[in-house]
């Protein structure tokens, strides 16, 4: 297969590459969402076993599943699916009480502040909360580094520039790693939102769920799939690993849970074949936002989850690759 020039591709990446204001606009056009939060009522196959209290999901795209079928939930700009990771996990451990406030775009200032979306707003997430959960996940902090701006950036300047590292060399002109700044100066607010829902749920298991390996874990990468050169391609991997393990670590000096969704999922990142990668790339091939989770990654999230938490989750099968699929990735 003749693989496309890299102007052609990066017009195509551009065209594909969606922020979350921009997804927004794929939401059915309705009428403005009510403020306020929607309750989603699960059945459980034995009530008796079914957790007591409530369980409350927060967080971002990676969170809400942005493009993957189902779309529900209120406001529809959130763009939340009904096969998120948080979903799964409520549909495994029985929940009878499910609230999902995730929403696409949303950072910390969010989650106690409405969030701007089309249709919206999303009211402040935090406000889901009032005191009977017996468990929230939380999934955050890509959105306040800027995840969408870093890959637009990343593949303009890295596809120039195949030999070298251009996008690192953007980030860190003057000597200093903007991106790991941006991961810094985000720590503080990461705190301070785990600090507020113990606040608000003192009773409450909480998880803070880290974000799937998007490159391979090793190697080069795959341009032009991953419109990256080799150099750019483990700067971001070691921008996301440093980004994860800032979550970690505030995890850990609040007290609550760390998810580590990145580890599991090594393998099936956007350079995978279709069937096997959990995360698709910039031009995805199953239904998902460009570089987010599809049904299957949002599964290997609920699987990771549970297995923190205690809950048992089915986790992903590689779904088996037609024969044309293969000859076009591998030709």
């Not at 701006?149 to 593949?155: A, D, L, N």
């Not at 970690?248 to 580590?260: I, K, M, P, R, S």
């Not at 199953?286 to 990771?304: I, Y």
């Amino acid at each position: 297969m003749r693989r496309p020039r890299p102007a052609r591709w990066l017009a195509v990446a551009s065209m594909t590459l969606l922020t979350t204001a921009g997804m927004s606009a794929l939401a059915p056009a309705q009428a403005d969402a009510p403020t306020t939060f929607a309750e989603t009522t699960l059945s459980a196959r034995n009530l008796d076993s079914a957790p007591i209290g409530r369980y409350v999901a927060l967080g971002d795209s990676y969170a809400a599943g942005p493009l993957v079928p189902v779309q529900s939930g209120q406001p529809a700009g959130c763009l939340r699916s009904s096969r998120n990771y948080p979903a799964v996990l409520a549909r495994s451990a029985g929940f009878t009480n499910f609230t999902d406030v995730s929403c696409s775009g949303a950072t910390t200032e969010d989650m106690t502040g409405p969030q701007a979306v089309r249709p919206g707003p999303n009211p402040p997430q935090l406000d889901a909360l009032d005191g009977t959960e017996s468990l929230v996940t939380l999934t955050i902090g890509g959105n306040d580094i800027g995840f969408a701006s870093i890959i637009t950036e990343c593949t303009t300047r890295s596809s120039a520039n195949l030999l070298g590292a251009a996008c690192k060399d953007f980030f860190t002109a003057g000597g200093e790693d903007e991106l790991a700044e941006r991961i810094d100066d985000a720590a503080g607010k990461v705190e301070d939102v785990l600090a507020e829902i113990r606040e608000r749920s003192p009773a409450a298991r909480v998880a803070l769920v880290g974000y799937p390996s998007i490159l391979p874990d090793t190697g080069p990468g795959c341009y032009p799939v991953a419109p990256f050169s080799a150099g750019d391609t483990a700067y971001l991997r070691d921008t996301q690993k440093a980004l994860n393990a800032m979550l970690a670590e505030q995890a850990a000096d609040a007290g609550v849970d760390y998810v580590d969704t990145y580890t599991p999922t090594i393998g099936h990142d956007i350079c995978q074949l279709p069937g096997v990668k959990w995360v698709e790339g910039l031009v995805p091939t199953s239904p998902a936002a460009p570089v987010h989770p599809n049904s299957q990654g949002m599964r290997a999230m609920a699987a990771a989850t549970g297995a923190v938490i205690g809950v048992p989750v089915a986790e992903p099968v590689a779904e088996p690759v037609p024969a044309e699929a293969a000859a076009t990735t591998n030709g």
